[in-house]
C-alpha cells in the first residue's frame, strides 16, 4: 500500500469518528496526517486533514487553533488538484 492509500484511509477513519463523536480520536488522527503530509509534501491529505481540523476547532469554539489550519489550507499550492478540477469542468 502506498502512502497516499494509508492518508486516505487514515482520512476517512478520522471522519467516521468525527460522525461517532469520537473528536478527541479524531483530532488525533488528523494532526498525525498534517504531520506526516508535510513532511512528504503530500499536499492533497495536508489540505483535507487541515480543513476538517479547522473545522472542528472552529465548531468547538477554538478559533485561535482553527485560524492556524485553516490558514495553513489557503496557503498550501495544490497543482495537481486544480488541474483535476479544471479538466472536469
Same mark, same amino acid.
Given at each position: 500500500?502506498?502512502?497516499?492509500?494509508?492518508?486516505?484511509?487514515?482520512?476517512?477513519?478520522?471522519?467516521?469518528?468525527?460522525?461517532? @463523536?469520537?473528536?478527541?480520536? *479524531?483530532? &488525533?488522527? +488528523?494532526?498525525?496526517? =498534517?504531520?506526516?503530509?508535510?513532511? %512528504?509534501?503530500?499536499?492533497?491529505?495536508?489540505?483535507?486533514?487541515?480543513?476538517?481540523?479547522?473545522?472542528?476547532?472552529?465548531?468547538? @469554539?477554538?478559533?485561535?487553533? *482553527?485560524? &492556524?489550519? +485553516?490558514?495553513?489550507? =489557503?496557503?498550501?499550492?495544490?497543482? %495537481?488538484?486544480?488541474?483535476?478540477?479544471?479538466?472536469?469542468?
Amino acid at each position: 500500500m502506498d502512502a497516499s492509500n494509508n492518508f486516505e484511509l487514515l482520512f476517512y477513519k478520522a471522519l467516521r469518528l468525527l460522525d461517532m @463523536g469520537k473528536t478527541e480520536q *479524531a483530532s &488525533k488522527i +488528523l494532526k498525525s496526517i =498534517i504531520a506526516e503530509t508535510a513532511e %512528504k509534501e503530500n499536499n492533497l491529505f495536508f489540505i483535507r486533514a487541515s480543513c476538517v481540523l479547522g473545522e472542528l476547532q472552529f465548531a468547538t @469554539g477554538r478559533h485561535n487553533e *482553527a485560524r &492556524k489550519y +485553516l490558514t495553513q489550507v =489557503i496557503e498550501t499550492p495544490c497543482v %495537481k488538484t486544480m488541474l483535476w478540477i479544471m479538466k472536469r469542468t
